[in-house]
């Protein structure tokens, strides 16, 4: 399967931890990417490859990878975490050529 | 600093054309992918393909191929979208993001309305 399925919705207190996760067959090849959107914003990107920060991004964001589920984990969430998270990776069916989206998580932060 | 700027919102009937342009700066422009995805309203990010600006065929996702176009102008280092036979479903913000998906353009707004 080419999907990527995600949690639609998730809350944390705020301090506290917060994992989401991203499953699919492609990731038993491929290692998923995070993104974080705010409304009216284009999407950020927070995590890429095994688990790797873009500059800027703080490290309270970590991610990690088993089997064929990736998680995006937030420790000590605050604020301004609150977004739609989203995932995606390449198509691992076919050719490879492909690149698919989870649905998007959005995370509360009570 | 990089930067993908793309242009303005535009308003289309059912069953017409639209083209969409990505404009590349600060980072030399045929040294990466730009992909595009778009997202409707209150929806999620759907990948629709990505082409290399320095030549090939671009890569369409399966559900755009046939009404889809994608093209570059290295003279302008810009990328453009072309979705042909549109619909109201086509409703959506379209973005152009940089291969690794790490630069994203502002997006832009396509109704489809009649």
């Known amino acids: 399967s080419s999907e990527l399925t995600q949690d639609p919705a998730v809350s944390v207190a705020l301090g506290q931890t917060v994992r989401i996760t991203c499953r699919g067959d492609?990731?038993?090849?491929?290692?998923a990417s995070w993104y974080q959107q705010k409304p009216g914003q284009a999407p950020v990107l927070v995590m890429f490859?095994?688990?790797n920060r873009p500059s800027g991004i703080p490290d309270r964001f970590s991610g990690s990878t088993s089997g064929n589920t990736a998680s995006l984990t937030i420790t000590g969430a605050q604020a301004e975490d609150e977004a739609d998270y989203y995932c995606?990776?390449?198509?691992?069916?076919?050719?490879?050529?492909?690149?698919?989206f989870g649905g998007g998580t959005k995370v509360t932060v009570l | 600093q990089e930067q993908l700027v793309q242009s303005g919102a535009e308003v289309k009937k059912p069953g017409a054309s639209v083209q969409l342009s990505c404009e590349a700066s600060?980072?030399?422009?045929?040294?990466?992918?730009i992909h595009w995805v778009r997202q409707a309203p209150g929806q999620g990010l759907e990948w629709m393909g990505v082409?290399?600006?320095?030549?090939?065929?671009?890569i369409y996702a399966r559900k755009f191929q046939g009404r889809v176009t994608m093209t570059s102008d290295t003279s302008t280092n810009k990328v453009y979208i072309q979705l042909s036979s549109l619909r109201s479903e086509d409703t959506a913000v379209y973005f152009c993001?940089?291969?690794?998906?790490?630069?994203w353009g502002q997006g832009t707004l396509v109704s489809v309305s009649s």
């Open positions: 993001a940089r291969l690794g998906f790490d630069y």
């Open positions: 600060g980072y030399t422009f045929t040294t990466y992918h």
């Open positions: 082409i290399n600006p320095s030549g090939g065929s671009p």
């Open positions: 492609n990731l038993r090849t491929y290692y």
């Open positions: 490859g095994e688990n």
């Open positions: 995606n990776s390449r198509d691992s069916s076919v050719d490879h050529l492909y690149w698919v």
